[in-house]
């Protein structure tokens, strides 16, 4: 009963959506972002009132670092229907957002404008240049910008480390060349095991192997979700706890890595931080 119901709203909104669709404007008034990363852009960039709605993530400290600025806004849960009801004159999306309503969106004649998830530095600057153009405040973006490059530059400024850091996250994985992660690594002056080891974007890596490489440092087990988890199984075994042991475990907030943002090289100084404290300890 109920997808029958929604289908036929569906329609009725294709079919009206010539009618009441917002025509783009310069710069746009009424902003809705529908993805935790473009949320994360827009808030940075948008000028007040600009920016109606953002998605739910958005307000959800675990998943967000501006979730306080995001207070006050309209949260949405990426549905066609909601967004239509807000009439925004654009939309910003991910472009591994719902398919179904970005399609939906497009063909009721709103604005979408999609942005892939950022795997460099350089992405991170291009997102934040593009999302100040979009939003017709270039003059914010170009600041942001001049303020990234300037912590990259301090960052860089100090002598790279010798020390190897493993990356180990949930279920196991690690980051190798070519992510957003790997990046992260370099800009702090640290070597990224996984990128020592040969390997090339996000895969599986083995606790034994973790363990034989046995790396000065291990940034892994991040969220607690105050209960067992399958995900965490790793992160509770000996074996892992020997090798992140004795001043050598690092756990990242993992909001500074999840989007691309200038706020994402906070995740660098603090590794670098702990590299310093670790080489002290030595």
């Not at 600025?69 to 719902?98: C, Q, Y």
């Not at 196991?172 to 002056?189: F, K, N, Q």
């Not at 640290?190 to 192997?209: D, Q, S």
Request: hydrophobic residues 50%; proline residues 5%.
């Amino acid at each position: 009963m109920w997808r029958a119901s929604r289908s036929l709203l569906l329609g009725a909104l294709v079919w009206l959506g010539g009618a009441l669709a917002v025509p783009a404007a310069e710069p746009p008034a009424r902003v809705v972002s529908m993805n935790v990363c473009t949320d994360q852009l827009a808030l940075l960039v948008a000028r007040p009132g600009q920016l109606h709605s953002v998605s739910w993530l958005a307000a959800d400290p675990a998943m967000s670092v501006l979730a306080n600025e995001a207070e006050g806004l309209r949260l949405n849960r990426g549905l066609a229907e909601e967004i239509f009801l807000m009439k925004p004159d654009l939309v910003i999306a991910g472009t591994f957002s719902t398919r179904a309503t970005v399609t939906l969106l497009q063909r009721l004649g709103f604005r979408v404008e999609q942005f892939a998830p950022a795997a460099s530095l350089a992405d991170i600057r291009a997102n934040i240049v593009r999302m100040g153009d979009l939003l017709g405040n270039p003059s914010r973006a170009g600041a942001l910008v001049a303020r990234f490059d300037a912590d990259l530059a301090a960052l860089r400024a100090s002598p790279p480390s010798d020390q190897m850091l493993a990356l180990y996250f949930a279920n196991s994985y690690t980051s190798g060349g070519g992510t957003l992660a790997d990046a992260v690594v370099e800009a702090s002056g640290l070597k990224n095991l996984g990128r020592e080891m040969g390997y090339e974007g996000t895969v599986k890596l083995p606790l034994e192997m973790l363990v034989n490489a046995e790396p000065e440092l291990v940034a892994g087990g991040g969220r607690d979700f105050g209960r067992p988890a399958r995900a965490q199984e790793a992160f509770r075994h000996p074996a892992y706890r020997a090798v992140a042991g004795a001043g050598r475990g690092i756990v990242m907030d993992s909001t500074y890595w999840l989007c691309g943002t200038p706020l994402t090289l906070e995740a660098a100084r603090r590794l670098a931080a702990h590299a310093d404290l670790a080489a002290a300890d030595e």
